[in-house]
């Protein structure tokens, strides 16, 4: 069984940023398909960024369009944990953010084929 506990959301104004962290447990960080969805009050579940499980150059990559080119995913195998570096936040990132994984899959972008789920950490972005 994989537990995956988020921490890092807060509070932070328009052009900040934030690092959240998913800490895994019961499975290596690097045997799983990561990935970062988030949810907005009244929408669904949303795409952010994976992360592969296979350990190749790092772990290949993956972005939504809304998060290219300011946030960055990343893990380390060594404290079995994954990251999501968000810079230039802007108030439409304002969301809960769950840590997601899958080990029948090499990288996941689709939410519904994530079997692990963490309990989500709020970021909230003020304009």
């Known amino acids: 069984q994989v537990q995956l506990v988020e921490s890092g959301g807060g509070f932070v104004q328009a052009g900040g940023s934030l690092r959240l962290s998913c800490v895994a447990s019961?499975?290596?960080?690097?045997?799983?398909?990561m990935a970062w969805v988030r949810q907005a009050p009244g929408k669904e579940r949303e795409f952010v960024a994976a992360i592969s499980s296979i350990n190749w150059r790092g772990g290949s990559t993956r972005y939504a369009e809304s998060a290219k080119g300011r946030f960055t995913i990343s893990k380390d195998n060594a404290k079995n944990t994954v990251y999501l570096q968000m810079n230039n936040l802007k108030p439409e990132d304002t969301a809960v953010y769950y840590c997601?994984?899958?080990?029948?899959?090499?990288?996941?972008?689709?939410?519904?084929?994530?079997?692990?789920w963490g309990q989500g950490t709020q970021v909230t972005v003020s304009s």
């Open positions: 019961g499975r290596s960080v690097n045997s799983l398909a």
């Open positions: 997601g994984a899958s080990s029948r899959y090499t990288v996941v972008v689709d939410t519904t084929a994530l079997e692990y």
